[in-house]
């Protein structure tokens, strides 16, 4: 698979996985009062989206056949 995600895609990509990562830690921490199922949920966006960003690969995108680099 080549590399599909460009730098603006890659950027957002951080942001909001950091952001995702950031609110799992925050139900995990009781400091946000959401279902403990959230936080495994958010868990998991964190990971593929900061995973894509940072190998610039995205089976989505080569499924759909979308490039954003």
């Known amino acids: ?17 950091a952001g995702a990562g950031i609110a799992s830690l925050a139900v995990l921490a009781g400091a946000v009062s959401l279902p403990s199922v959230a936080s495994l949920l958010l868990g998991v966006v964190a ?15 080569s499924a759909l056949g979308i490039s954003t680099r």
């Open 47 to 61: 990971v593929l989206l900061l995973g894509t960003a940072f190998t610039s690969k995205c089976a989505l995108y």
């Open 1 to 17: 698979m080549e590399a599909n995600v460009g730098s603006t895609d890659k950027t957002v990509r951080i942001l909001v996985g």
